[in-house]
Structures are given as C-alpha cells and as structure tokens.
T-cell receptor, first 111, second 113 residues
Framework: TQLLEQSPQFLSIQEGENLTVYCNSSSVFSSLQWYRQEPGEGPVLLVTVVTGGEVKKLKRLTFQFGDARKDSSLHITAAQPGDTGLYLCAGAQTSGSRLTFGEGTQLTVNP | NAGVMQNPRHLVRRRGQEARLRCSPMKGHSHVYWYRQLPEEGLKFMVYLQKENIIDESGMPKERFSAEFPKEGPSILRIQQVVRGDSAAYFC???????????FGQGTRLTVV
C-alpha cells in the first residue's frame, strides 16, 4: 500500500476552473512538500508545510497542511494551461529517514 | 548557485551493457536520493545516501544495481547487465538536512535497446 495517497490520479479541466488535489496518509509527517513536474524535466519544489493547520499561498495556488499533519491539499484558482503538469506530494515521517512520494496527480488544463 | 546536476541527460545502452548515472548534489548538500520514474507514473524510491554511506537501499533491486556517494565527486548509480525493463527516467535529489525538502536534477533518461 502507498504511504501517501494522492487523488485524483488524473484531472482534465477547462481554463478558468478551480480544482483541488488531495494528499492523504494514515501516518504523521514532520513536513510535507508539493512538487510540480513537467514532461522531460525533474520535479520542482513548490512549497513546504511544517505546521499542522498551516496554509500557504503561492499566487493562485493555496496549500494546506492538515491539523493532524497526516494530509494536505493543493487548491488552484482560475487554472491556466501553464498549470498543466504532474503534481507530487512528498512527506518526511516523524520517525523516518527519507522523503516518501505519492503517485502524483496528472493535471491537464485545456485552453 | 548551481542546482543538482545529472549527467548524461540521455543514455542508450544495449542489453547486457553497464549504465553509469552521475549526480552532483547542490553545494553544501550531503544527502542524496535516487528515484526511478516510468512513463505516466510517479517517483519510486531507490536509495538514500550520505557521504560514503548508504542509509536506505530498500527500494533498489538486490541484483545488478548499486549506488555510491564517495567523499569526493558525484554520486553514482550503476546498473550492470542492463535489460529492457531498466529503461526509465532516473532522478537524483539532494537535501541539506536529513529528510528535509529535496531538490531534483533534470534526470537521466536511460533507454535499453
């Protein structure tokens, strides 16, 4: 079983729509990161959240870390074609030694 | 301030040959991770190293695969006697601290023919 479950796995929307991507786990994480990966490139770090209940905004992107530090969400407002990519969450467990990645959400924003 | 550097970007090997993938972490980073990614899939953890030590290799196949991160020089992921199923993108990431946020290289795309 995957330690970090991301949903949905695939998402195709029209430009201007809003969307939310989820990252859930039964484990507690000391921190959680969100990455975006474009075809042919490596993942690029978007944000790190470390405090339960924390909310971070990056332009049209809003990231939230659950109160219990077991889950996170990424909300995009007024999506644009440039937002297209694979969105990955990754967490560092409180007792772990390495980052664990979710399977990713493949987002396609159609013009 | 150079990021994580991987080379080569593309590597073609015939079945049975060896593949060597190199990763130079960000300056000051002593933690290195290797991940494998198949098309349309997420990142699969392979190995986590610190300078001169393998910390966690639970994701790496027991045979044909090895990794090192010497005191001097880049981290190397070595695949011996490659097979078609080894074809994938291999990504390296580095971090400053244990289990801290990681920064990725652009990957090496290995094709076994």
């Amino acid at each position: 079983t995957q330690l970090l479950e991301q949903s949905p796995q695939f998402l195709s929307i029209q430009e201007g729509e809003n969307l939310t991507v989820y990252c859930n786990s039964s484990s507690v994480f000391s921190s959680l990161q969100w990455y975006r990966q474009e075809p042919g490139e490596g993942p690029v770090l978007l944000v790190t959240v470390v405090t339960g209940g924390e909310v971070k905004k990056l332009k049209r992107l809003t990231f939230q870390f659950g109160d219990a530090r077991k889950d996170s969400s990424l909300h995009i407002t007024a999506a644009q074609p440039g937002d297209t990519g694979l969105y990955l969450c990754a967490g560092a467990q409180t007792s772990g030694s390495r980052l664990t990645f979710g399977e990713g959400t493949q987002l396609t924003v159609n013009p | 301030n150079a990021g994580v550097m991987q080379n080569p970007r593309h590597l073609v090997r015939r079945r049975g040959q060896e593949a060597r993938l190199r990763c130079s972490p960000m300056k000051g980073h002593s933690h290195v991770y290797w991940y494998r990614q198949l098309p349309e899939e997420g990142l699969k953890f392979m190995v986590y190293l610190q300078k001169e030590n393998i910390i966690d290799e639970s994701g790496m196949p027991k045979e044909r695969f090895s990794a090192e991160f010497p005191k001097e020089g880049p981290s190397i992921l070595r695949i011996q006697q490659v097979v078609r199923g080894d074809s994938a993108a291999y990504f390296c990431a580095s971090s400053l601290l244990l289990a801290a946020e990681a920064f990725f290289g652009q990957g090496t795309r290995l094709t076994v023919v």
